[in-house]
């Protein structure tokens, strides 16, 4: 698997440091006076990709919160482009008069956030705001706003801490570019 990496783009280490940084944001933004209530919090992990980033995000985050889960495909199979984002399972549970966090590892080209934002917020939260770890530089990512964001990144197709290719490379630790030979081996031809 590791003779798969073409080049390391950001290391553990400093993964470690920003999940970190972002926790102390998101607490300022999530403890009162700054919102109503106290323990009204939902953080909802779009799943697959954001389950290890997740993890170690809330483990910096003491306050009472719930966990909601979320299931999103964008990739269908062994790709690197997008088809569209479509809802596969939710179990968010009662959002009404909550303040939602959706969490996800990727921003590319905002499909798959504006589609989640724009169910959770028919079921009344009283606030839903967004955390990416990374966002890369395309016209859609910029017209998404999101509230917490990592690192931005190139336009280039990476894994790990998370992100799959063919669901495969989740567990490395780093996030790293594929070689070009890997890409095209394991890429159905059209
Ligand atoms: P969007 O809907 O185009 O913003 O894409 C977001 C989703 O696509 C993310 O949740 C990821 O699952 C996936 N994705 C986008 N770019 C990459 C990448 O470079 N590597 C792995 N997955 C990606
Ligand atoms: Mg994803």
């Known amino acids: 698997m590791q003779s798969d990496v073409e080049r390391v783009l950001i290391t553990q280490a400093q993964i470690a440091h920003r999940v970190r940084e972002l926790a102390g944001q998101i607490m300022l933004d999530h403890t009162p006076p ?39 495909s964008s990739y269908p199979g062994q790709s690197v482009r997008s088809r569209g984002s479509s809802l596969i399972s939710q179990q968010v549970g009662d959002l009404s008069g909550r303040h939602v966090l959706l969490v996800d590892d990727i921003l590319d080209s905002g499909g798959t956030i504006r589609l989640v934002r724009d169910l959770l917020w028919e079921m009344g939260p009283a606030s839903v705001k967004v955390c990416v770890l990374l966002r ?9 706003p999101a509230d917490y964001v990592g690192f931005d990144i190139p336009d280039e197709f990476v894994v790990g801490y998370g992100l799959d290719y063919g669901d495969l490379y989740r567990n490395l630790p780093d996030i790293v570019t594929l070689r070009r030979d890997i890409i095209d081996s394991l890429e159905p031809k059209p």
Request: charged share 10%; proline share 8%; glycine share 10%.
């Open 34 to 72: 700054a919102i109503s209530g106290d323990g009204q919090i939902t953080i909802i992990p779009i799943l697959t990709g954001a389950m290890i980033f997740t993890a170690d995000l809330i483990r910096h985050l003491p306050m009472r919160m719930k966990i909601g889960l979320l299931t999103v």
């Open 136 to 144: 890369k530089p395309t016209p859609g990512a910029a017209a998404t």
